[in-house]
């Protein structure tokens, strides 16, 4: 009986530190793939399936005003082009680059897109869909760069309850 409870406890400890799925945080810049050997290596080390995410920002609608006046939301044929061309290329990426680790690294592989402000889409993302570890790579913006643009890995070490793994990418963005 005690030696059912002692393995009892190292299979919950095991569950804990284990990460069945990690969460690889993309844009399809160069400078975020380089996430990518951390996340192969931990997916190989804990036998976790990889979930490719990128999340496609939607824009703004164009606001028509009259000075003085609140502006009305108006959406536009340009702005629905942009996000059905945006959706497709990232389905396309996504899709590509899981077929990629699956057939070269041999590793579980799938992947996910969502419509929404970066940050918060991968901290909601996350905690609704079992994710035991988030990988990402920061672009490493500092002070006034940081302010005016946001920090999207900022906001996932301040919101995320799992956690994050995080690289500062080296060289520059070749896309």
């Known amino acids: 009986m005690r030696l059912i409870k002692s393995l009892d406890a190292i299979y ?7 990460f069945k799925k990690i969460l ?3 844009d399809g810049s160069n400078l975020a793939e380089q996430i990518l050997p951390y996340a192969i290596e931990q997916a190989r080390r804990f036998r976790s399936e990889l979930v490719l995410f ?3 920002s939607v824009s703004s609608p164009v606001s028509l005003a009259i000075p003085g006046m609140p502006g009305l939301p108006m959406e536009t044929r340009a702005g629905e082009k942009h996000l059905a061309e945006e959706e497709k290329e990232s ?3 996504l899709k590509s680059l899981a077929e990629k680790l699956q057939t070269e690294k041999k590793l579980k592989v799938s992947y996910d897109k969502v419509y929404g402000a970066a940050g918060p889409s991968i901290v909601e993302y996350s905690g609704k869909s079992g994710i035991g570890l988030i990988a990402i790579a920061t672009h490493g913006r500092s002070g006034p760069g940081r302010v005016i643009l946001g920090s999207v890995a900022d906001h996932i070490i301040r919101h995320a ?3 994050i793994l995080l690289v500062r990418p080296t ?3 070749k896309k």
């Open 12 to 18: 919950r400890l095991y569950e804990v530190y284990m």
């Open 171 to 173: 060289g520059e963005d």
């Open 91 to 93: 389905e396309t990426y």
């Open 24 to 26: 690889v945080c993309l």
């Open 54 to 56: 990128r999340v496609v």
């Open 161 to 163: 309850s799992i956690p």
